[in-house]
């Protein structure tokens, strides 16, 4: 548990040491925003919904890609026997999903503050948001594991996780659509607790699977 | 004879099928009149896939126990023969939606799912083709087909059950994703459950043809070095 929170502060350092990828991604977040803005204007809130979730997904992979990708090989040996490839992956998970977390609040303000506001139930919808910016990041940070170890860029991460997204993303769909209305729907805790459930697959397969991956 | 049975079953199954399928006697129900009888095609291919891609999984996580190069093989041809069943089983459906339905594609949350699942064992394919590593490509290629796996369960079993769908068993509707429930004419049941069978055991012969050839293939290489 100690080590994991080593490698938490370790990602953390380095990112207060290298500002300059927190705040790029800070500007792809507010620039494809500010282009979307140019582009619709202020949209219903059907295609407000799916273009929030969309500018998600192409922010996770962007936010998601580099944590395994700026890793040299030598630095992952050295980790890897000193924390094991178990603690390790997790720390990259909780990291990533606190990182995402941040973001996509951010991405909300912004769609806000730009696209207009036709959410009716402010605090269920940022609920959501949050849940769903962890749920993406999680399926996005395993390939981005995989795709590191392919030697692939984020491309690969993009064909690999795409597909591979879309449980996650039609069930968020479903529950922000019930942010929508005034009226909260029934089965609405079935499908958050489906999503739950999904998350906590992915990080069950990822801490089985990511030693394998890494093993040589 | 006790190594080849299964494949004079597989031929004796889907004659049977075949002849069958077309003559027997059908129940009149709404609209569907003679396109019923694609139950015996398009129906078996999803049996046919989802046994194809598990058995495919399997291997893999034998292959990350013990990485034997053997067991990539299987996994990965496994996997090619599960999208040719895929590929079949949109078609065939295409064809039954535009008679039925009215359009071959109507965004129907099963046809959805089955595109879904072509694309995440597409980018299986290229994964594993974009490394040359033979070691390393066997494991991340499996590591990607078992994660792959999970996630395509929930999305084709699980997820169709909620929404409302053409297809029988969606919300509100008895049965699961493929049939309607213990509707299932008797006389339709007798040529159904051969038709997944012995689809299900053309596709292990295709895809055991296959094995073989790249089995070949490799000991050919690995004779050449």
């Not at chain 1, 295609?47 to 969309?54: R, S």
């Not at chain 1, 079935?190 to 394998?212: E, K, S, Y």
């Not at chain 2, 889907?14 to 129940?27: D, M, N, Q, T, Y």
């Not at chain 2, 090619?80 to 459906?93: C, E, K, M, Y």
Request: with cysteine; aromatic share 14%; charged share 15%.
């Amino acid at each position: 548990m100690s080590k994991i929170i080593t490698l938490i502060r370790k990602d953390l350092l380095l990112e207060i040491r290298q500002q300059y990828t927190f705040y790029g991604i800070l500007l792809y977040v507010a620039s494809t925003i500010f282009v979307l803005y140019l582009a619709m204007g202020q949209p219903e809130e059907k295609v407000w919904n799916g273009l929030f979730w969309m500018i998600q997904l192409f922010i996770c992979v962007n936010a998601v890609a580099k944590s395994f990708l700026q890793e040299s090989r030598g630095r992952m040996l050295y980790f890897y026997s000193i924390a094991g490839a178990r603690d390790f992956v997790v720390s990259k998970l909780l990291f990533n999903a606190a990182l995402m977390l941040v973001m996509s609040i951010v991405s909300l303000l912004l769609f806000q503050l730009l696209l207009g506001n036709p959410v009716q139930n402010p605090f269920l919808f940022s609920g959501i948001v949050c849940l769903g910016g962890c749920s993406l990041s999680l399926v996005f940070t395993f390939l981005a594991a995989i795709a590191a170890r392919a030697q692939q860029n984020a491309a690969m991460m993009a064909i690999m996780g795409f597909p591979l997204i879309v449980p996650q993303v039609l069930l968020l769909m479903r529950i922000s659509n019930a942010a929508f209305s005034d009226v909260i729907q029934g089965g609405l805790s079935q499908i958050i607790l489906l999503l739950v459930a999904l998350d906590i697959l992915v990080v069950v397969l990822a801490t089985i699977l990511f030693p394998f991956l890494w093993k040589d | 004879m006790r190594q080849y049975w299964w494949k004079i079953v597989s031929i004796a199954l889907l004659v049977f099928v075949f002849i069958a399928g077309f003559f027997i006697r059908v129940p009149d129900i709404g609209n569907l009149q003679q396109t019923i009888r694609n139950l015996f095609f398009h129906v078996p291919m999803w049996p046919g896939q989802f046994t194809l891609i598990s058995v495919s999984m399997v291997y893999s996580v034998l292959f990350l126990r013990k990485p034997v190069i053997r067991y990539d093989i299987y996994a990965n041809e496994f996997a090619r023969t599960g999208i040719v069943f895929g590929i079949l089983g949109l078609v065939t459906g295409a064809i039954w939606a535009n008679y039925t339905w009215g359009a071959p594609w109507n965004n129907d949350p099963k046809q959805l799912g089955a595109a879904i699942a072509l694309l995440i064992y597409l980018a299986y394919f290229v994964l594993r083709n974009s490394m040359t590593d033979i070691d390393k490509r066997g494991r991340v290629a499996a590591v990607y087909n078992i994660f792959a796996y999970c996630m395509y369960v929930p999305l084709t079993y699980v997820l169709p059950r909620m929404t409302e769908s053409l297809h029988p068993g969606g919300k509100g509707v008895e049965g699961n994703p493929g049939l309607g429930g213990g509707d299932l004419d008797p006389t339709m049941r007798i040529v159904f459950w051969p038709a997944v069978i012995g689809w299900i055991l053309l596709g292990v012969w295709i895809t055991s043809l296959r094995i073989r050839l790249r089995l070949i293939e490799e000991k050919k290489l690995t004779v050449v070095r």
